[in-house]
């Protein structure tokens, strides 16, 4: 198995990211650029090119790839292999799976990039079988891994909760509805949060609302970040505790810039919050040992197990066409 070159792709609101790994999973090479501000056809050339340029910078054709996983920022549609309308782009409909296969000659495996963290998480760090990984990222999200199986749902958007509702009537979300989680614990909506906190309530603070940034809220003791950090400290327990409510996972892994730069922040108001919202018993809350290229590894994993992510399975149980 290790003479298997595979490729893998995240393709985030923020970042595109891809790799060149060999049979173990090993990054042989990476490579990272913006996600383009245009259309879908600028996201499938830029999805397409920076994978070869993964391919170059390892000294490998991309027809020897044998396969290629991408995490892909959602909503997708599966059976046509493409991400439609997702609310942190501008582009409708991006096109992934046939302009990778045609290009690489291979099967490619698409998931939701929350499914690849997933993915990731069971194949590289032992997860298990049952397991839930969320990102705070740009946007919000998560993917399950249920009795060993990655859910997909029937269009590849199963365990999409960062669209659901922590503040019914609250915040608009880019999705168009209202009150999401997503709309108040995304890296780009809490600066937003914070104005409209510090606006409806009288705040001591020596902050600017109008040139606040979630770097700042998340790591300023001012009383207006503290306020704002202990919203969105309930906003990702009620979040959470959903999930856990949902998938009964052994382990919640956390993953997502907003909570990597911020891991105390972030994730101790859940931790000590998240009892008192759980009927069931409290799972640990963890940060990804992945780091930033937790999405990343899960694509590669999801090549390399045709998608679900066990590392004692046969590698192509899991592609289903
Ligand atoms: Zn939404």
């Not at 327990?237 to 911020?262: K, L, Q, Y």
């Amino acid at each position: 198995m290790t003479d298997r070159l595979v490729g893998g792709v995240d393709l985030g609101a923020t970042n595109l990211r891809a790799a060149v790994a060999d049979g173990e999973g090993s990054l042989l090479c990476r490579v990272q650029t913006a996600t383009p501000d245009g259309d879908g056809a600028a996201i499938t050339a830029a999805v397409v090119d920076t994978l070869e340029e993964a391919c170059a910078a390892a000294n490998v054709a991309c027809d020897e790839l044998s396969a290629v996983g991408v995490g892909a920022i959602g909503p997708l549609d599966l059976a046509a292999g493409a991400a439609d309308s997702p609310p942190n782009v501008a582009a409708e409909w991006v096109p992934l799976v046939d302009p990778l296969e045609t290009r690489c000659d291979c099967a490619a495996v698409l998931v939701n990039d929350c499914v690849a963290g997933a993915i990731g998480e069971r194949y590289f760090a032992e997860g298990g079988s049952d397991l839930v990984y969320v990102t705070l990222s740009t946007g919000v999200g998560a993917g399950a891994v249920v009795d060993g199986r990655p859910l997909r749902g029937h269009r590849g958007n199963a365990a999409e909760m960062g669209h659901v509702v922590v503040e019914p009537g609250g915040r608009a979300c880019g999705c168009g509805g209202v009150g999401h989680w997503e709309a108040y614990a995304g890296g780009r909506a809490i600066p937003g949060f914070a104005r409209e906190l510090a606006a409806e309530t009288a705040v001591d603070t020596d902050l600017s609302p109008a040139t606040l940034d979630a770097r700042t809220v998340l790591e300023s003791t001012d009383r207006l970040a503290e306020r704002v950090r202990d919203r969105l400290g309930t906003y990702n327990t009620v979040g959470i505790a959903a999930t856990v409510h949902a998938f009964d996972p052994t382990e919640v892994v956390v993953g997502g810039a907003v909570a990597r730069n911020n891991p105390t922040a972030v994730l101790e108001p859940v931790r000590e919050r998240l009892p008192g919202m759980l009927a069931v018993e409290t799972p640990p809350v963890r940060l990804t040992g992945l780091g930033e290229d937790a999405v990343l590894s899960g694509a590669v994993a999801a090549a390399l197990t045709g998608g679900t992510g066990d590392p004692d399975g046969s590698p192509d149980a899991g592609v289903s066409e």
